[in-house]
């Protein structure tokens, strides 16, 4: 699949910069940017300050807060070198994206506290769009970015957007910037970057729609795979992930992880839940791992995790697994992660953990 990272964010850069030199000899100090309450010229300042603070958070492998720095331009720049530094800021946040290795996450807020290198790329590009979309509007420019960056966004940090047919007019709409047929306008948004699970030789890394999508078609999902690639069992799930996100009922929290090796950055396999939970709670998960990694506890760690999570929300009390009776592997793995046998049929048990 393609990683969003450098490359992504130097094109949204120079959609950003093309467009606003055509209006450097207006006064942005004057005039609104768009929606926002912050003039043309703020609002310039303020994607350049996003794009260095990404950078630093990424670079700097920070953890737990935000860096304590602070960007502004300088009060004589004039319009050109508010471009320029839009400019210079996002390569120096591109060199960062680059040169970060695979599975690195610093601090963000929003919603799990933390991001990694894709995620910073579509929060960095959706600023970079979203605010120079509203300086173009302050300053009435014709401004539209390419659909492919737009919907690296959409399939990225937000997952719970039902997608449409126009990636661009989509994206606005999600962030209270535009209307759409059918839909009714949004007022508050987040995006949502993906949540991960550490573990003691796995972390549990949560699938965005871009990563399913890939899965689904055959693809690695920008993982590299222990055995040359994922079981079966991970491409259906991946699937059933990517009809969620297009009906608009995915909830990332209830999705598929991909189960990382520490000791390698190696992908075993994948866990995740069928569905989210029901009106009492209770909610289905299923698992799968590659050949080469059953027999050394891997999902039997994995579940444990995600079951200790789980279930110290407060909206589920219980955690079910359906498997096939000649499936003693994995009837072993439920047993050890402490889940009893509560059900049967012809051809299944029924496992569960109760909070």
């Not at 120096?92 to 919603?111: Q, S, Y």
């Not at 995740?272 to 299923?286: I, R």
Request: hydrophobic share 40%; aromatic share 8%; with cysteine.
């Amino acid at each position: 699949m393609r990683i969003m990272g450098g490359e992504q964010v130097k094109e949204a850069v120079a959609g950003c910069a093309a467009v606003l030199r055509t209006a450097a000899d207006r006064d942005w100090g004057e005039v609104r940017a768009g929606r926002l309450t912050w003039s043309c010229r703020f609002t310039a300042g303020h994607i350049t300050s996003d794009l260095v603070t990404y950078a630093a958070q990424l670079a700097g492998r920070a953890q737990d807060v935000y860096l304590p720095f602070d960007i502004t331009l300088d009060e004589e720049a004039d319009n050109e070198e508010a471009v320029q530094g839009i400019e210079l800021t996002g390569a120096l946040f591109a060199a960062a994206l680059d040169t970060a290795p695979r599975g690195v996450r610093a601090f963000h807020p929003w919603p799990f506290r933390s991001a990694d290198r894709e995620g910073f790329a579509a929060m960095g590009i959706a600023e970079v769009l979203l605010h120079t979309h509203d300086i173009a509007e302050g300053l009435g420019l014709a401004y539209e970015p390419s659909a492919e960056l737009c919907e690296g966004v959409l399939t990225r940090i937000f997952p719970q957007v039902r997608p449409g047919p126009d990636h661009w007019r989509t994206l606005l709409w999600a962030t209270g910037r535009g209307d759409l047929p059918g839909r009714a306008p949004v007022t508050d948004w987040r995006w949502h970057n993906n949540v991960v699970i550490p573990g003691a030789r796995l972390t549990l890394e949560g699938l965005t729609p871009a990563r399913a999508i890939d899965l689904a078609q055959g693809g690695t999902g920008g993982f590299d795979w222990l055995d040359g690639g994922p079981f079966e069992g991970t491409r259906d799930a991946a699937g059933m992930l990517v009809k969620a996100y297009e009906a608009g009922q995915y909830r990332p929290e209830w999705g598929v992880f991909a189960l990382v090796r520490a000791e390698d950055g190696l992908a075993v396999g994948a866990m995740g839940f069928h569905s989210a939970p029901d009106a009492d709670g209770t909610v289905e998960l299923g698992y799968d791992l590659v050949e080469g990694a059953r027999g050394h506890g891997y999902a039997t760690e994995a579940l444990r995790s995600l079951a200790d999570r789980t279930l110290a929300r407060d909206d589920v009390s219980t955690l079910t697994a359906v498997i096939d009776r000649p499936n003693l592997p994995s009837q072993g793995v439920v047993t050890r992660a402490g889940f009893d046998r509560v059900a049967e049929d012809e051809k299944t048990y029924t496992y569960a953990l109760t909070r």
